[in-house]
T-cell receptor, first 116, second 114 residues
Framework: DAGITQSPRHKVTETGTPVTLRCHQT?????MYWYRQDPGHGLRLIHY???????DKGEVSDGYSVSRSKTEDFLLTLESATSSQTSVYFC???????????????FGDGTRLSIL | AQSVTQPDIHITVSEGASLELRCNYS??????LFWYVQSPGQGLQLLLK??????LVQGIKGFEAEFKRSQSSFNLRKPSVHWSDAAEYFC????????????FGAGTRLAVHP
């Protein structure tokens, strides 16, 4: 399995507080992603990174920010958490490659976040 | 816009029975297609992928999938289901714009009866 560690694995916090989730990889993969998973919606992309300090928005980026200061770490921040952000958050990584083929993504075990 | 549809939200099969999970995609060009499995409390694990070539793709855990361009489908099959196959299954298509982005279907939850 790909070396991906998400922390924390579980978190309960209150509305209005800042929250930061961490994704750490040991595979030296170029691309990293944050998703949220909600029943009936599958996985929805929040933000992704295509290199150190290079990030872009996904389909559900409102209320979230990210940072990638090192190849191995990708942080997801909820500046002021809301109850609608209660979800399971997954980090994924993918090898950049050079052959224009869509390489698969590999996933961490997720962070269950509850916002009360 | 590209999309993935998994028509079945829940499927129940008996152990030892055959399985087919449906996936339909909407994509203008030749798609990159993937199937993932998620066990409770865990992340997604790649079962198989289709990039080009042979339209019947073999994956891990005895699964296979067949790409049918005329039907825009990429259905997942297994000839004999085991109780340990109970999980949620996600079909995904490579999204436009590069960076190996994916678009996921909503998933199919598989229950296996003894």
């Amino acid at each position: 399995d790909a070396g991906i560690t998400q922390s924390p694995r579980h978190k309960v916090t209150e509305t209005g507080t800042p929250v930061t989730l961490r994704c750490h990889q040991t595979e030296n993969h170029r691309y990293m992603y944050w998703y949220r998973q909600d029943p009936g919606h599958g996985l929805r992309l929040i933000h992704y990174s295509y290199g150190v300090k290079d990030t872009d928005k996904g389909e559900v980026s409102d209320g979230y920010s990210v940072s990638r200061s090192k190849t191995e770490d990708f942080l997801l921040t909820l500046e002021s958490a809301t109850s609608s952000q209660t979800s399971v958050y997954f980090c994924a990584i993918s090898d950049g490659g050079g052959n224009n083929v869509n390489q698969p993504q590999h996933f961490g075990d997720g962070t269950r976040l509850s916002i009360l | 816009a590209q999309s993935v549809t998994q028509p079945d939200i829940h499927i129940t099969v008996s152990e030892g029975a055959s399985l087919e999970l449906r996936c339909n995609y909407s994509y203008g060009a030749t798609p990159y297609l993937f199937w993932y499995v998620q066990s409770p409390g865990q992340g997604l694990q790649l079962l198989l992928k289709y990039f080009s070539g042979d339209t019947l793709v073999q994956g891990i855990k005895g699964f296979e999938a067949e790409f049918k361009r005329s039907q825009s489908s990429f259905n997942l099959r297994k000839p004999s289901v085991h109780w340990s196959d109970a999980a949620e299954y996600f079909c995904a298509v490579g999204a436009p714009g590069g960076y190996n982005k994916l678009i996921f279907g909503a998933g199919t939850r598989l229950a296996v009866h003894p």
